[in-house]
Every structure is written in structure tokens, then in C-alpha cells.
């Protein structure tokens, strides 16, 4: 399929994130809530093909980047009881394939996590293309996936009275992308 089948105004090139403009967030199960946090520094772009399955992409997070509003949560993440910053300090994606099926468009890719490499697919919405004040072209791009942080030999946990834990498994993860055109 061409990529002017799916986003026609989104042209072949390299398309750079801006981490300004960017979120790379996520959240997981806490006690009886979910708690949320994010990455602040990141980096990756977007190589659009005429054929929308040679598009591809590229994402490197630094994981001593966390950030949940609790500096005493986040030094524990660091740690490595949870994500081990100090031997695995980036997190990684590249795509393996794009796809379209039945109008929803779909990421797949593998995912790096503290050194263990595992297969994730982004459900991907595309949200234009236009002109910024500083003379550049942007794309805009919402994506999401969960996983499950076992999976990736995130193993940390509290157990808790009767047969429950104080984090669950499942990380949903959230994306909103801005990408300039080079």
C-alpha cells in the first residue's frame, strides 16, 4: 500500500522527532490506582517510504530520564531492582514493518528494555501534516501499546495482604509525537 493511500500530505523523507513537542509516557497499576510518569529525553525519527511497508523508525529513550512527580520513586526505578539505569541507561525501538488492517495502522517493532529485546506493536494515528512559524513541516502522531514489564525481566514487586501485589504487570504506553520534515 502507498503511504498516499493512508496520509497523503505525509511525503517520503526523513521526518526527526522533536522532543519539545514530544511525549513519551506511560503508566501502571499501583496499589488501587494507576500511576503515571514519563521520559523527558529522547530521540528517534521516521523514515517515510513511497510503500508504506519499507516505512520505518527508530526511537533511543535514556531511562535515567523517568520522571513520576516522586523523586524517591523515580531513584527506586533507576535502581536496579526495577529498570537498572547503570548497566542498560537507554531503552530502544526500531520498526520491523507498518501495516493497515481495517483502517487502523499498526507499528511493529522491537522493543529494547534492560538489555532484553521483545517484539511490541504500536497502534498508530496519524494527525496531519502542516507548516510551523519557524518555516519547517511537521507530522503529528498519537501511538499506543501495553506490555507486560516480566516480559522484559522487570521482576520487582510487593506483595501485599491476601494475593495481590502493589504493582501490576501491565505498562500502557503512550506516544504523542511531533516530527519535522529534514
Excluded: C
Excluded at 140 to 168: C, H, Y
Aim: no cysteine; charged share 25%.
Amino acid at each position: 500500500m502507498s503511504i498516499a493511500a493512508v496520509a497523503p500530505e505525509l511525503t517520503a523523507g526523513t521526518w526527526n522527532i522533536d522532543p519539545s513537542h514530544s511525549e513519551v509516557t506511560f503508566s501502571i497499576r499501583h496499589l488501587m490506582t494507576k500511576v503515571r510518569g514519563s521520559f523527558t529525553e529522547f530521540s528517534g525519527a521516521v523514515q517515510v517510504a513511497e510503500d508504506l511497508a519499507d516505512t520505518t523508525a527508530t526511537a533511543e529513550i535514556k531511562m535515567t530520564s523517568i520522571d513520576t512527580r516522586n523523586a524517591d520513586r523515580d531513584g527506586h526505578v533507576r535502581s536496579s531492582d526495577v529498570l537498572d539505569v547503570e548497566n542498560h541507561p537507554t531503552m530502544t525501538f526500531a520498526t520491523k514493518g507498518v501495516r493497515s488492517e481495517g483502517g487502523d495502522h499498526y507499528v511493529d517493532g522491537e522493543l529494547t528494555i534492560r538489555g532484553v529485546t521483545r517484539p511490541v506493536s504500536l497502534e498508530v494515528e496519524f494527525h496531519g501534516v502542516g507548516e510551523d512559524p519557524w518555516g519547517g513541516t511537521r507530522a503529528g502522531f498519537s501511538a499506543t501499546a501495553q506490555i507486560n514489564r516480566r516480559d522484559w525481566g522487570v521482576e520487582f514487586n510487593v506483595p501485599l495482604k491476601g494475593d495481590k501485589a502493589m504493582l501490576g504487570d501491565k505498562v500502557d504506553i503512550q506516544l504523542e509525537i511531533q516530527a519535522v520534515k529534514a
